[in-house]
């Protein structure tokens, strides 16, 4: 099984993703950590001091590695479907689910972040929706399932990934599961 997440930041994908996994008892991989034990150092301060252009390369050179031998669930960072290579490499590759939040949902998460490069501005929320307008055809091009991430609990959401993924056959039901007694 092959399943990448995509999504704006505080969508899910890492919360999801590592939840979705230990219940398909498959491995998980963030992104964005292997970028970290790579550089060294998190993420914020590579940007501070290397800028976004140069971590766009890392994460590219990573999702290319990722997508050449396919497995598990992926957490891809927010802006991995910025560039064409890695929205061909991630929908090729993988089955990519989109986790849609509107931008008020996703501040409301946020909102006392630190980490996150790009939210570390005087209107976080004004930022949100500016990534959302521009971002959001971008993972609609990536992804093969959109689902809506505002209301239900990392839980629920899981349930619902994973049925969506038993009736598309990507995710195998459990032996008898489904059968009356
Ligand atoms: N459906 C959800 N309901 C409530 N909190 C959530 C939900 N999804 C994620 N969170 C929380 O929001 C924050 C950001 O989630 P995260 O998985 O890091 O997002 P991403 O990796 O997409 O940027 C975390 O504190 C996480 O626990
Ligand atoms: O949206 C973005 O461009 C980014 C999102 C982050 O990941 P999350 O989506 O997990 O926050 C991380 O890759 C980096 O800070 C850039
Ligand atoms: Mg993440």
Do not use: W
């Not at 550089?39 to 999702?63: K, N």
Request: hydrophobic share 45%; charged share 25%.
């Amino acid at each position: 099984m092959a399943v990448a997440l995509v999504g704006l930041p505080g969508a899910g994908k890492s919360a999801v993703g590592r939840r979705l996994a230990q219940r398909l008892e498959v491995p998980f991989i963030d992104s964005d950590h292997v970028i970290e034990e790579r550089i060294g150092c998190s993420i914020r301060d590579y940007f501070e001091r290397e800028g976004e252009a140069s971590f766009r390369d890392l994460e590219q050179a990573v999702i290319a590695e990722l997508a050449a031998a396919p497995h598990g669930i992926v957490a891809t960072g927010g802006g991995a479907v910025l560039r064409e290579a890695n929205r061909v490499a991630l929908r090729a590759g993988f089955h990519v689910i989109y986790l849609r939040s509107a931008p008020e949902d996703l501040f409301r998460r946020l909102r006392h972040d630190v980490k996150r490069p790009l939210l570390q501005v005087a209107d976080p929320l004004g930022r949100l929706r500016e990534l959302y307008d521009a971002r959001d055809p971008l993972y609609r091009e990536t992804a093969h399932d959109v689902v809506e991430t505002g209301r239900p609990t990392v839980a629920t959401l899981v349930n619902i990934i994973v049925m969506q993924l038993e009736l598309a056959g990507i995710a195998s039901p459990p032996p008898g599961g489904d059968l009356p007694d």
